[in-house]
């Protein structure tokens, strides 16, 4: 689905968020593992405020399991409570509640101090589009809700959906508009799917893809393949050796470039070559400042 992210369109959605989060004890940010800094938006520390928040690092089957354990002390250190899951095969789901039981203790302690009766937590979903909140929330439900929209506004009546006897989440997710202003991070979201449409333009998408491949695991890159690049190639050598590789020439027999483009970017898509992390905790620092 092609989502133009309008100002008004940004304005309702923080609206629509602020308005469900009264409703809540606790926010699941649910952020791609592979780029949990340019998956976040970037007002979501703004929006959220001091609502207790649990940072959901989604899709870690397709994530560096190394790089993720660098994020989970990364957050855990910003004193925000991480957890990896893997929604689709329904991985660390467990770990979800508890991490909604953690963070919301202290303010349940203080309820029953007041003398108030225990009651479940509630919880919503926000996170930008295609980071999996519809899989997640159905995989939580254990049955198929309709997926909602990938706008804000589709509105339908909220219902709480139990999740085991503790937690209760609200059946519509936040959507939230994702980083555009930066030319990395776009490029970051068009490998990893979040972003589908052209915005970004596929060739450079598929070059900073096999770029990052050839400098931090280029024997993969060069196995899945089957060439042999070297560490100071260009990014023209590699569209041709895979190429050739793969037979994909057109009429004139050269290489079909859009095809190459095309397989590269849904390979990386899908973490069939490998499993990368595209952020690193040391290059971007803050996961949720404010841009
Ligand atoms: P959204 O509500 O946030 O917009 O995202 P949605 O649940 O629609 O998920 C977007 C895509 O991400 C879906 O794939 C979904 O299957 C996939 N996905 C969600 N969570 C995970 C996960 O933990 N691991 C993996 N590998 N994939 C996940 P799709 O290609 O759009 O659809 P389909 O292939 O599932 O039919």
């Keep these: 689905m092609t989502i133009q992210w309008f100002p008004g369109h940004m304005a309702k959605a923080r609206r629509e968020v602020t308005e469900q989060l009264k409703m809540v004890d606790c926010v699941f940010e649910l952020l791609d593992a592979r780029i949990p800094y340019s998956s976040s938006n970037p007002m979501i520390s ?39 899951l ?33 009651r479940a937590i509630r919880a919503m979903i926000v996170g ?21 929209g990938n706008m804000p506004g589709v509105t339908k009546k909220q219902q709480w959906i139990k999740v085991g006897k503790t937690l209760e989440l609200l059946d519509t997710p ?21 972003i589908k449409d052209s915005i970004v ?39 041709d050796q895979i190429g050739r590789s793969r ?7 050269e290489i079909d470039y859009e095809s190459v483009i095309e397989l590269v970017v849904r390979d990386i898509r899908n973490a069939k070559v490998g499993r990368y992390t595209f952020d690193r905790v040391e290059e971007v620092g803050q996961p949720d400042e404010t841009e």
């Design 128 to 148: 930008i589009p295609n980071v999996g909140k519809s899989t997640l929330i159905n995989r939580l439900a254990k049955k198929s809700l309709a997926k909602t």
């Design 46 to 84: 703004d929006i959220i405020k001091d609502k207790p928040r649990v940072v959901l690092l989604n899709k870690m089957d397709m994530a560096d399991p190394r790089e993720t354990a660098k994020w989970m002390k990364h957050f855990e250190a910003e004193g925000v409570y991480p957890v990896a």
């Design 201 to 239: 333009h596929l060739d450079e998408v598929a070059i900073y893809g096999l770029e990052y491949m050839q400098m931090y695991d280029l024997e993969t890159l060069n196995k899945h393949y089957n060439i042999t690049i070297e560490e100071n190639d260009s990014y023209l050598e590699i569209f």
């Design 247 to 253: 037979g994909m020439k057109n009429k004139g027999n």
């Design 174 to 194: 936040g959507i939230l508009w994702p980083k555009f202003e930066d030319q990395v991070v776009g490029k970051k979201l068009s490998l990893t799917g979040a």
């Design 86 to 118: 893997d929604a689709k095969n329904g991985k660390n789901l467990n770990m979800v509640i508890k991490a909604a039981e953690a963070v919301t203790k202290e303010k349940f302690e203080r309820l029953a101090a007041k003398g108030l009766r225990p």
